[in-house]
Nanobody, 123 residues
Framework: QVQLVESGGGLVQAGGSLRLSCAAS????????MGWFRQAPGKEREFVAA????????TYSDSVKGRFTISRDNAKNTVYLQMNSLKPEDTALYYC????????????????WGQGTQVTVSS
């Protein structure tokens, strides 16, 4: 089994920054990609960003492109989401996800999910 643990969420004012982390663990885990999703109250879960573990190729939702940066530390099996210029619309529960199968980073399909970390942006 693979466990994903997110951290770094919190309360920040609009225009501020926050950095989320997600550490993956599991003795049978061979990382292929990791990504971030978010879900706000009353809204559907939406894709935020993803990174290929081997190549480092990234992809972003248009709503966060230019403001958020996803990165990974292969040695630590950890993915990060640097969030800058935060807006109230970014308020959501942020989930990290991972896949140990060969799934395109442009696919929203993942094998494992974390519990989420809350990000609240005040105006």
């Amino acid at each position: 089994q693979v466990q994903l643990v997110e951290s770094g969420g919190g309360l920040v004012q609009a225009g501020g920054s926050l950095r989320l982390s997600c550490a993956a663990s599991g003795r049978t885990f061979s990382n292929k990609k990791m990504g971030w999703f978010r879900q706000a109250p009353g809204k559907e879960r939406e894709f935020v960003a993803a990174v290929s573990w081997m190549s480092g190729v990234t992809t972003y939702s248009d709503s966060v492109k230019g403001r958020f940066t996803i990165s990974r530390d292969n040695a630590k099996n950890t993915v990060y989401l640097q969030m800058n210029s935060l807006k109230p619309e970014d308020t959501a529960l942020y989930y990290c996800a991972a896949a140990d199968r060969s799934i395109s980073i442009y696919s929203y399909n993942y094998d494992y999910w974390g519990q989420g970390t809350q990000v609240t942006v005040s105006s």
